[in-house]
Nanobody, 115 residues
Framework: QVQLVESGGGLVQSGGSLRLSCAAS????????MGWYRQAPGKQRELVAL???????NYADSVKGRFTISRDNAKNTVHLQMNTLRPEDTAVYYC?????????WGQGTQVTVSS
């Protein structure tokens, strides 16, 4: 099975940037899709960005134009570049992978945007 470990979260001022990384324990080439989700306290977990094995990306409307998801297959890593951060982006961000038979979730990394 694949283990996913997120990193790069932290505290940033409104308007600032962070880059999240999701490192997989093995190749992600065969994973159908990798995505970033986020969950704020008391709210449902929501999809932020998705990238398929073919490189097709999708973004939540709230982050379009500000966030960019990318994949580095050679390093088994997926990134989420987050620019122009807003307080409403504050949440725990989770990496997810979908393979033929399994879903994989990371433990999450906290992103806090101060106003």
């Amino acid at each position: 099975q694949v283990q996913l470990v997120e990193s790069g979260g932290g505290l940033v001022q409104s308007g600032g940037s962070l880059r999240l990384s999701c490192a997989a324990s093995s190749t992600i080439v065969s994973i159908y899709a990798m995505g970033w989700y986020r969950q704020a306290p008391g709210k449902q977990r929501e999809l932020v960005a998705l990238i398929t094995s073919g490189g097709i990306t999708n973004y939540a409307d709230s982050v379009k134009g500000r966030f960019t998801i990318s994949r580095d297959n050679a390093k088994n890593t997926v990134h989420l570049q987050m620019n122009t951060l807003r307080p409403e982006d504050t949440a725990v961000y989770y990496c997810k992978g979908v393979s033929r038979a399994y879903e994989y979730w990371g433990q999450g990394t906290q992103v806090t945007v101060s106003s």
